[in-house]
């Protein structure tokens, strides 16, 4: 075999290795991407972020309007019983992003961060929490935080997460295609 035969090969072989490491590196991202919590804009979404721990935290909705006081998110989180609980508890509270903010910060409003027990028989814990009023252009988030209680009234397991992200775009300035005005204040979300 000649001398400039071997290169090529040898060039070949190099330029594969380097497009395997980047499918790789890619293919790695995607998949960080995918676990990654969604973003919701507007309409129904029913966004779901579960565990094989038996609870799930889930965007139900996120409504768009282009007044704040129509705009809106509903939250809900899901656990079951596990062995030794007797009662169980759950906290939903909202995290909020505004543009140009680089974390999630949360936010206050009626009946939220207050724990909810459910019955003692039940096996099935659903609680829903729906926040109104929500400013834009912002980034809302549920986080939900879990507590099984057993019989001496300690918690004997506990656990958290978070619900995909309800994105409220800003909205549109009179004679950009809607008559409608702007946000008014920015007033903290309101529970109901």
Known sequence: MDEGLRRSIARTRVALWVLLACAGVLALLLAARANAAST???????????????VSATLEECVTAPTQSERAATFSGEMTASPGTVRMAMRIDVAERVLGETAFHEVAGPGLGVWRSADPKVKVYKYLKQVTNLFAPASYRGVVQFRWVGEK?????????????CLQP?????GE???TSGTGTAVAPAAS
Request: glycine residues 16%.
């Open 177 to 179: 295609g809607s008559s």
């Open 40 to 54: 919701v804009v507007g309409g129904s979404s029913g966004s779901q972020v579960a565990s094989p721990s038996g």
């Open 153 to 165: 009234g300690h918690a004997i397991k506990r656990a958290e997460r978070m619900t995909a992200r």
């Open 170 to 174: 800003a909205p549109l300035e009179p």
